[in-house]
């Protein structure tokens, strides 16, 4: 009886996580800055590298809706490992094109760019110029840009798996995501453990401990179970470990504690 109204806890907060929490995050951080795209100073954002030869185009976009909105947008050109030209757009806007061009450049997308500040760099001047209405094309969606610009604490469920599969298609992985997908993936079972080990706490006769020493022992509980959680993610970010088994770790301790204090209590 206990666990039953835990599991309904555990499926509402699911639903919550998955459909209401990333829109509700990304309106939220507009209200407090007046506009989405102040939010990019604090994210990492999306670097793309293309050689060329000798010359590098490097390109730098600090944020990324789902409809395909950037936000301030950065590139550099480099040749022979000299920077000959800089270019920062305000924001960009995504401009749909048809299958049959999409399949024509071999699945480029395009954005305007607005508000753009360029700087040319000579063998004996620099240059500076102020336009707006320039194009950006990147070899990758809008959806996954999206992606690729987003905290792993800020996308649903699904959008990690998404962004899981993207980094397999491209050879590589992100354990902070991968992390954040089991954790996520794992909760429910989380807090069923917590529920176990509250259990041995409630139950049993007032007469051994006091109701005020049960409390103080199960938020302490609840806390350990926290910082193992935390220490398990940066043993696993620092070590390369398998994130589904870090994400493990907690649950089971806790499910036994849970199950063997319960049985004590029984006994």
Same mark, same amino acid.
């Given at each position: &009886?206990? @666990?039953?109204?835990?599991? =309904?806890?555990?499926?509402?907060?699911?639903?919550?996580?998955?459909?209401?929490?990333? +829109?509700?995050?990304?309106?939220?951080?507009?209200?407090?800055?007046?506009?989405? !795209?102040?939010?990019?100073? +604090?994210?990492?954002? !999306? &670097?793309?590298?293309? *050689? #060329?030869?000798?010359?590098?185009?490097?390109?730098?976009?600090? !944020?990324?809706?789902?409809? $395909?909105? %950037? $936000?301030?947008?950065?590139?550099?050109?480099?040749? #022979?490992?000299?920077? =000959?030209?800089? %270019?920062?757009?305000?924001?960009?806007?995504?401009?749909?094109?048809?299958?049959?061009? @999409?399949?024509?450049?071999?699945?480029?997308?395009?954005?305007?760019?607005?508000?753009?500040?360029?700087?040319? =760099?000579?063998?004996?001047?620099?240059?500076?110029?102020?336009?707006?209405?320039?194009?950006?094309?990147?070899? =990758?969606?809008?959806?996954?840009?999206?992606? %690729?610009?987003?905290?792993?604490?800020?996308?649903?469920?699904?959008?990690?798996?998404? *962004?899981?599969?993207? @980094?397999? *298609?491209?050879?590589?992985?992100?354990?902070? *995501?991968?992390?954040?997908? &089991?954790?996520?993936?794992?909760?429910?079972?989380?807090?069923?453990?917590?529920?176990?080990?509250?259990?041995?706490?409630?139950?049993?006769?007032?007469?051994?401990?006091?109701?005020? %020493?049960?409390?103080?022992?199960?938020?302490?509980?609840?806390?350990?179970?926290?910082?193992?959680?935390?220490?398990? $993610?940066?043993?696993?970010?620092?070590?390369?470990?398998?994130? /589904? /088994?870090?994400?493990?770790?907690?649950?089971?301790?806790?499910?036994?504690?849970? @199950?063997?204090?319960?049985?004590?209590?029984?006994?």
């Amino acid at each position: &009886w206990a @666990m039953l109204p835990a599991v =309904i806890f555990v499926a509402i907060s699911l639903g919550v996580n998955q459909f209401v929490l990333p +829109t509700a995050n990304q309106y939220a951080t507009a209200i407090r800055a007046d506009t989405i !795209y102040d939010k990019l100073i +604090t994210i990492d954002g !999306y &670097w793309s590298v293309n *050689h #060329d030869g000798d010359s590098q185009d490097v390109v730098y976009i600090s !944020y990324a809706d789902n409809e $395909g909105g %950037l $936000g301030e947008v950065k590139r550099y050109q480099l040749k #022979d490992g000299q920077l =000959i030209a800089a %270019l920062k757009a305000k924001s960009g806007v995504y401009l749909p094109q048809s299958d049959d061009v @999409m399949n024509a450049q071999k699945a480029r997308y395009t954005w305007q760019l607005s508000g753009i500040d360029e700087i040319g =760099i000579g063998t004996s001047q620099v240059q500076q110029a102020h336009s707006e209405g320039k194009i950006l094309t990147l070899p =990758i969606a809008p959806t996954d840009v999206y992606l %690729l610009t987003k905290e792993p604490e800020d996308l649903s469920l699904s959008s990690l798996y998404a *962004h899981r599969q993207l @980094m397999a *298609h491209q050879g590589t992985r992100s354990l902070r *995501h991968e992390l954040a997908f &089991w954790q996520k993936l794992l909760s429910p079972f989380a807090v069923l453990s917590l529920v176990l080990v509250a259990s041995s706490f409630v139950f049993g006769s007032l007469r051994s401990q006091g109701l005020g %020493l049960r409390v103080v022992l199960a938020l302490l509980t609840g806390l350990l179970f926290s910082y193992l959680t935390d220490l398990t $993610g940066f043993v696993a970010l620092a070590t390369g470990l398998s994130p /589904l /088994l870090m994400a493990l770790v907690p649950i089971v301790l806790s499910a036994m504690a849970g @199950m063997y204090l319960l049985n004590r209590k029984s006994s």
